[in-house]
């Protein structure tokens, strides 16, 4: 069983609008979780990174949150653009260089 | 820094054949994870190198699957003989002094075994 689980696995919105993506992950000990984004055919891009004493950070119109009590993160995307269209991967670092990646959810943005 | 360079980017080749996927790393850093990507696994470790030494290998499948580090600047992921079942997106990445700094992958090469 995976120890990373998003949801949903995918979604369509309209440009300009608001959507929030879910990370639940088992994995323990946790050092930190991380948010990427790949864009069709590229490799994965970094867009946040939290420890555990973190429960919120933004890179642009991207805020993930954290609740390392409850295992739970979120991705939101604030005013969507078409290049927003991508997949967006949770992945978990536990004490240790074996990351876990979420399975991602795949966004698409229409006009 | 142009970042983490693949090389190929696809390969299309022919069951049985040797396959050498090349990664140049972002310079300074010490860190470096093959990963292989597939729609029914998703993201997979295979090797991870620390200071061009493999210090975990256990993610390579098969005994077909080798990789090398031969200096701070250059490693391979070489496939022999290569099989249908290969076929994937395999990705490098790079990170800095230790396994918890943030990992920048390459773009990819997306390898097709026919």
């Known amino acids: 069983k995976n120890q990373v689980e998003q949801s949903p696995q995918s979604l369509i919105i309209l440009e300009g609008k608001n959507c929030t993506l879910q990370c639940n992950y088992t994995v323990s000990p946790f050092s930190n979780l991380r948010w990427y984004k790949q864009d069709t055919g590229r490799g994965p891009v970094s867009l946040t990174i939290m420890t555990f004493s973190e429960n919120t950070k933004s890179n642009g119109r991207y805020t993930a949150t954290l609740d390392a009590d409850t295992k739970q993160s979120s991705l939101h995307i604030t005013a969507s653009q078409l290049s927003d269209s991508a997949s967006y991967i949770c992945?978990?670092?536990?004490?240790?260089?074996?990351?876990?990646f979420g399975a991602g959810t795949t966004v698409t943005v229409r006009a | 820094d142009a970042g983490v360079i693949q090389s190929p980017r696809h390969e299309v080749t022919e069951m049985g054949q040797e396959v050498t996927l090349r990664c140049k790393p972002i310079?300074?850093?010490?860190?470096l994870f093959w990963y292989r990507q597939t729609m029914m696994r998703g993201l997979e470790l295979l090797i991870y190198?620390?200071?061009?030494?493999?210090?975990?290998d256990s993610g390579m499948p098969e005994d077909r699957f080798s990789a090398k580090m031969p200096n701070a600047s250059f490693s391979t992921l070489k496939i022999q003989p290569s099989e249908p079942r290969d076929s994937a997106v395999y990705f490098c990445?790079?990170?800095?002094?230790?396994?918890?700094?943030?990992?920048?992958f390459g773009q990819g090469t997306r390898l097709t075994v026919v």
């Open positions: 992945v978990v670092s536990p004490n240790d260089y074996k990351l876990s």
């Open positions: 190198f620390n200071n061009n030494v493999p210090i975990d």
């Open positions: 310079s300074g850093h010490n860190s």
């Open positions: 990445a790079s990170g800095g002094i230790s396994w918890n700094t943030e990992a920048f």
